[in-house]
């Protein structure tokens, strides 16, 4: 009898007495003797109802329960976005829409667009986070840098407006609203993301706060009718960056 022969008695190990061809090959074998070794006592303990055919403890299985599964990826993505569409009804209940009133069609669509595609991808990136085995179709860190190049360079080339006004204290009112924003944001994002599977916590603490900077940035632009290029850099983009950073200590903190 050769080993691959000896294969086809393996699953009675400990079960059903082997032939005396098996037994002999067992005795001058060491490789199949040792694995009949390790197979024998899983064996006995799925004969005796210990073990499923699976392997996985009876007890075990006997306390699952069906679960709800998780959305499509679409469907994530969606709903990662909702504490988004909360803070700028928030922001536009509290503060306005001055920023998108004084903006021209074309710096419109660049700037929220640009804002828009960086929320986008932050959902998505989300969602493949939160659901297991899954892989990105889409290159997410390029794309978020294009679009942030994006809002920089129409920033930088057509807020050129200057105003008799202290913008210090605008700039300091335009923080503190962004971080109000990205705060409200980040709860919402968290609480909802609970659904998931958390496969890398500070790996999705991180990628909400990319979408409450996102969100922070959105009503910022929404509101803020200062079309000056170091305003929004010194405020608006401020917010952004201590969202990020905030996130990504919470991240390591909780991870």
């Known amino acids: 009898m050769t080993c691959q022969d000896m294969n086809a008695y393996l699953d009675l190990a400990g079960i059903a007495p082997l032939p005396v061809e098996a037994q002999a090959h067992l005795a001058q074998c060491s490789r199949c003797r040792d694995l009949y070794a390790r197979i024998r006592p899983m064996q006995q303990s799925i004969d005796r109802g210990q073990f499923a055919p699976s392997g996985i403890p009876r007890e075990i299985l006997d306390e699952l329960k069906p679960v709800r599964p998780m959305p ?20 536009i209940a509290m503060w306005g829409i001055g920023g998108w009133e004084a903006q021209t069609a074309a710096t ?28 990105r179709s889409i290159l997410v860190k390029p794309a978020a840098a294009i679009a942030t190049l994006v809002f920089v360079a129409v920033v930088g080339m057509s807020f050129h407006h200057q105003y008799a006004i202290d913008l210090s204290r605008a700039s300091r009112g335009c923080f503190l609203r962004g971080v109000e924003i990205a705060a409200l944001t980040l709860v919402l994002g968290l609480v909802i993301t609970r659904r998931g599977a958390w496969l890398d916590r500070a790996a999705g603490i ?30 608006h983009l401020a917010a952004v960056a201590a969202t990020i950073c905030g996130s990504w200590l919470l991240g390591r903190t909780l991870r």
Request: charged content about 10%; overall charge positive; some cysteine.
């Open 72 to 91: 499509p990826e679409p469907v994530l993505t969606l709903l990662y976005l909702i504490p988004v569409a909360i803070a700028l009804a928030v922001g």
């Open 108 to 135: 419109r669509v660049a700037l929220f667009g640009a804002i828009s595609v960086s929320a986008g991808l932050a959902g998505y990136a989300l969602s493949r986070e939160m659901i297991p085995g899954s892989r």
């Open 206 to 235: 991180r990628i909400v706060g990319i979408l409450a900077a996102c969100s922070a940035l959105l009503v910022l632009t929404t509101y803020c009718p200062l079309l000056n290029a170091a305003h929004v850099f010194g405020s």
